[in-house]
């Protein structure tokens, strides 16, 4: 059974700089495509960031993009993201997610992680 538990998150200004982490358990980790997701208050949950072993595959969502860097340890199982030049409305609930590089939707998530900018 895979697990995935967020940390990292918390309290920031405009312009600061957060670093989530992300463990993973119960999975082989190199064969997972790794994710990024968040959900702001009355809004729907929303990709943010992934990145695929298998041939470096990244992505972002066009508003995070060259802010945010998502990164991955296959060591540690854990993957990372770095988030640079925040702004107030990057405040969200981040979850991290996984999914087998076989299938094509996310199908594992952690309890997600508070994050809060200032403005």
């Known amino acids: 059974q895979v697990k995935l538990v967020e940390s990292g998150g918390g309290l920031a200004q405009a312009g600061g700089s957060l670093r989530l982490s992300c463990a993973a358990s119960g999975l082989t980790f190199s064969s997972y495509t790794m994710g990024w997701f968040r959900q702001a208050p009355g809004k729907e949950r929303e990709f943010v960031a992934s990145?695929?072993?298998?041939?470096?595959?990244?992505r972002y969502t066009d508003s995070v993009k060259g802010r945010f860097t998502i990164s991955r340890d296959n060591a540690k199982n854990t993957v990372y993201l770095q988030m640079n030049s925040l702004k107030p409305e990057d405040t969200a609930v981040y979850y991290c997610?996984?999914?087998?590089?076989?299938?094509?939707?996310?199908?594992?998530w952690g309890q997600g992680t508070q994050v809060t900018v200032s403005s």
């Open positions: 990145h695929r072993w298998s041939g470096g595959l990244t």
């Open positions: 997610a996984a999914r087998h590089n076989a299938i094509s939707n996310f199908n594992s």
